[in-house]
DNA sequence: ATGCCTGCTTGCAGCAGA
């Protein structure tokens, strides 16, 4: 089984890199963030013409969350919106559980300027996750919370650290933050199966970053504990990276072993 | 220290992204 996150930065705008990334990949379930549209205006059938359902949480001109599945699968139990504020109303979170795994999708807010009001909403919203996490993982279902973390966890994950210092994706508190949910028994994909290898997920637009591969590691899958024994790949698509009107961000996948 | 690109808007300039 194989299940991605893509941060598409745009989905309609994106929609035919979208579409060819999912005929390449193939994926189960694909986690999506950034969709920057209303929940009106979600290319639902394009998606279906291609095989895959959705839900998804919209909202006008940013943020946005949405969960593919193929076909053969069902939605159960959705969720949208991240519990702990009923006054939050950035969509930035989506759960359910599709084929006995809770799938949580995830964009966290990036944070800059930083420090400011924008890096204490990033920090109180790693807060309410860190509270979710751990109930998750009283649950008895494996869980996977997935997607854009806006978290640079190490210098490894960055081309030059000392060039992101002053930006909130790479300031002590969210990366301490993430490790704490870590330290929850989450693990990490991509660290598990490559420990100490430079894998970006992100490159800017600017100074032909990607070019340069100048980029940095942010898009994360974390598996509840006990999961990593199925884990057989975990890679990035940075590929899709280099295409035309391709995101900012490269889709990053798993692949499951069957029970 | 700033802008570089790019997508979004009851749009054509300004904001957000990271």
């Known amino acids: ?132 996490a751990k109930k998750l993982l009283k649950l008895k279902s494996p869980v996977i919370l997935l997607g854009d973390y806006n978290v640079v966890p190490t210098d490894l994950d960055a081309y030059k650290p000392e060039r992101w210092v002053n930006d909130a994706v790479f300031f002590p508190e969210p990366k301490a933050a993430y490790k704490s949910i870590l330290k929850q028994g989450w693990i990490d994909s991509i660290r598990y199966l490559h420990p100490d290898k430079k894998i970006f997920t992100y490159w800017d637009y600017f100074r032909n970053a990607f070019n340069r591969d100048a980029g940095i590691r942010m898009d994360h899958i974390l598996l509840s504990p006990g999961m990593e024994k199925l884990l057989k790949k975990a890679e990035v698509d940075r590929h899709v990276r280099g295409w035309e009107k391709t995101s900012d961000h490269a889709p990053v996948w798993i692949e499951l072993k069957d029970k």
């Open 1 to 132: 089984m194989k299940i991605a996150t893509y941060n598409v930065n745009g989905i309609n705008g994106r929609l035919p890199v979208l579409l060819r990334w999912l005929q390449e990949r193939k994926p189960d379930i694909a986690c999506l963030q950034e969709i920057k549209c209303p929940n009106e205006k979600f290319p639902e059938l394009a998606l279906l013409d291609i095989g895959y359902k959705a839900v998804w949480h919209g909202q006008k001109s940013w943020n946005g969350v949405a969960i593919l599945i193929k076909k053969k699968y069902e939605f159960e139990d959705v969720i949208r919106g991240l519990p702990g504020n009923p006054l939050d109303d950035h969509s930035r979170y989506i759960q359910s559980k599709i084929n006995g795994i809770i799938i949580g999708c995830i964009y966290l807010p990036n944070g800059n300027p930083a420090p400011g009001p924008k890096f204490d909403y990033k920090m109180a919203w790693f807060k309410r996750l860190n509270t979710l």
